[in-house]
């Protein structure tokens, strides 16, 4: 597999503007990737090659080439090779080419990873970044396939939780409050919904569309919450108030735990400690 570096595709914020570089992956323009993704088979040996052009007067070094891949700010692949590259000053088109073995990469990832080439300097901070696509043939035991499950499986929880919740009548009597407790679960369909269009090759998380995912599901599980039926204000288990968290700690009307249930008052706790009945209204 190949890595090629094409004039005109990006210049690091940390280079001269006088030095550019480039790049092009399995024959594949890097700048066109949106459409075409580069495919890495685990196993093989990608071939890189950095072309980079120094019109300054100046000397350019490249010490290290990194290729990753990550998604949601999370890096699940980093592949860092030491090149050691001079550039000398008015080049227009020096060549670097190595070579990358990937026998790691099926336990690392799999599906469409929104990957970079970096170029690096001698204490490992970023010159220039190139970002790409990348289809990786990883195992379905990977670690991106293991996080993504987990992911799947806390957002069935919670999401099954809220369910409860709400069918029993339990979520809490204000809506903001209620809202916020389904937005939860629709955040973690956020994130499934991401690692699914990953993994099925359907479309690579991006830093923007992941970021609308996780905020359409949010959003969508707010609205849930906060246009679900209202539990009875009235209901014994509030004595009248809307809030359970507004009753007095004084008041003749008993109270509930975040759980629904009926708590005695300070009045009932001392009527049964000394065997006398109190009345539960107030004086």
Avoid: C
Avoid at 26 to 31: E, L, P, R, S, W
Avoid at 57 to 68: A, C, H, M, Q
Avoid at 171 to 200: D, E, I, K, Q
């Amino acid at each position: 597999m190949a890595l090629v570096l094409t004039p005109g595709v990006a210049s690091g914020a940390d280079l001269p503007d006088n030095i550019s570089w480039t790049a092009t992956v399995n024959g594949v323009n890097v700048d066109r990737t949106n459409r075409e993704a580069v495919r890495l088979e685990p196993g093989e040996r990608a071939q890189v090659a950095v072309v980079v052009q120094n019109r300054g007067n100046e000397p350019l070094s490249i010490p290290y080439v990194r290729l990753e891949g990550s998604v949601l700010g999370l890096s699940f692949y980093v592949f860092t090779t030491r090149v050691d590259f001079e550039v000398p000053a008015g080049a227009k088109a020096e060549r670097l080419e190595y070579e990358i073995d990937l026998l790691d990469l099926g336990d690392q990832a799999r599906g469409l990873i929104p990957s970079r080439v970096v170029l690096l300097d001698e204490d490992g901070n970023d010159l220039a970044a190139q970002a790409f696509r990348v289809d990786v043939r990883g195992d379905l035991t990977s670690v991106y396939m293991v996080f993504g499950l987990a992911v799947g499986a806390l957002t069935l929880l919670l999401l099954g939780a809220a369910l409860w919740r709400l069918s029993t009548g339990r979520l809490h009597p204000n809506r903001w409050r209620r809202g916020l407790t389904m937005a939860a679960p629709g955040l973690g369909l956020g994130f499934v919904l991401t690692f699914s269009l990953s993994v099925l090759r359907i479309a690579s998380p991006q830093g923007r569309l992941w970021a609308i995912l996780l905020l359409v599901g949010a959003a969508v599980g707010f609205a849930a919450g906060y246009l679900s039926p209202n539990p009875d204000a009235s209901d014994e288990r509030y004595g009248g108030y809307e809030d359970a968290d507004e009753i007095p700690e004084d008041s003749g009307n008993f109270v509930v735990d975040q759980g629904g249930q009926r708590l005695p008052t300070q009045r009932e706790s001392e009527a049964r400690a000394g065997n006398r009945t109190w009345p539960l209204s107030g004086r």
